[in-house]
Nanobody
């Protein structure tokens, strides 16, 4: 069982930056696939960035500038990060941290994540 707690959401103006954090309750998630996903009102939940078991990080959300979003992990602090720069109103959503030990691929969410955080709201104003 892995418990995940997100933080760092908030309201920013377009062009601003945010860094979301996700702290895990156990170090065993080092062997898990992890990721950040988001869900906007009226839309399906979608993967934003993921990291597989060997630490390979991928920004998977379609974007003209995928480098503005990056995922990273600090194993020493059991924390997963999502750095988002040049934020746009279209980035407004609830952002979730997720983890899974099996790393089974699944459309839309990238992996069939078993463990989820409670979500943190990101609101970007024009």
């Amino acid at each position: 069982q892995v418990q995940l707690v997100e933080s760092g959401g908030g309201s920013v103006q377009a062009g601003g930056s945010l860094r979301l954090s996700c702290t895990a309750s156990t170090t065993t998630w080092d062997s898990h696939c992890v990721g950040w996903l988001r869900q906007a009102p009226g839309k399906v939940r979608e993967a934003v960035a993921v990291m597989d078991r060997d630490g390979t990080a991928m920004t998977v959300i379609p974007d003209k500038n995928p480098r503005r979003i990056s995922i990273s992990k600090d194993s020493g602090n059991n924390t997963l990060y999502l750095q988002m720069n040049d934020l746009k109103p279209a980035d407004t959503a609830t952002y979730y941290c997720a983890a899974d030990p099996l790393c089974v691929p699944r459309p839309q969410t990238w992996y069939a994540f078993q463990y989820w955080g409670q979500g943190t709201q990101v609101t970007v104003s024009a």
